[in-house]
Nanobody
Framework: VQLQASGGGLVQPGDSLRVSCAASGLTFSTYAMGWFRQAPGKEREFVAVISWVPGSTYYADSVKDRFTISRDNAKNTLYLQMNSLKPEDTAVYYC???????????????WGQGTQVTVSS
């Protein structure tokens, strides 16, 4: 199983950015998919999750109304659209696959390698 995250970069506060996660080696449409992030010196934290069929989503309070998680099961790809970015959003963003629709990292079986998002002026 491979989860390949991409699309990170350096942006200014208030900018938008979309990160993607290409999945292979698993039946993508049967897994809930989540995004997590880890800032320097901090623990990994939940960002968002989307159910198997794109019908249910759940967000951390810190990103609600700014970030949108989506998936394209035909392309085996997960997305995270990030708007109104803040310096505190700076982190490595990881995608992950779980058999349960959950915000709990321990429920996730497969993890990608992460993509760096830096928000700075």
């Amino acid at each position: 199983v491979q989860l390949q995250a991409s699309g990170g970069g350096l942006v200014q506060p208030g900018d938008s950015l979309r990160v993607s996660c290409a999945a292979s080696g698993l039946t993508f449409s049967t897994y809930a998919m989540g995004w997590f992030r880890q800032a320097p010196g901090k623990e990994r934290e939940f960002v968002a999750v989307i159910s198997w069929v794109p019908g249910s989503t759940y967000y951390a309070d810190s990103v609600k109304d700014r970030f949108t998680i989506s998936r394209d099961n035909a392309k085996n790809t997960l997305y995270l659209q990030m708007n109104s970015l803040k310096p505190e959003d700076t982190a490595v963003y990881y995608c992950a696959a779980a058999e349960a629709y959950s915000p709990m990292a321990r429920q996730y079986r497969y993890w990608g390698q992460g993509t760096q998002v830096t928000v700075s002026s």
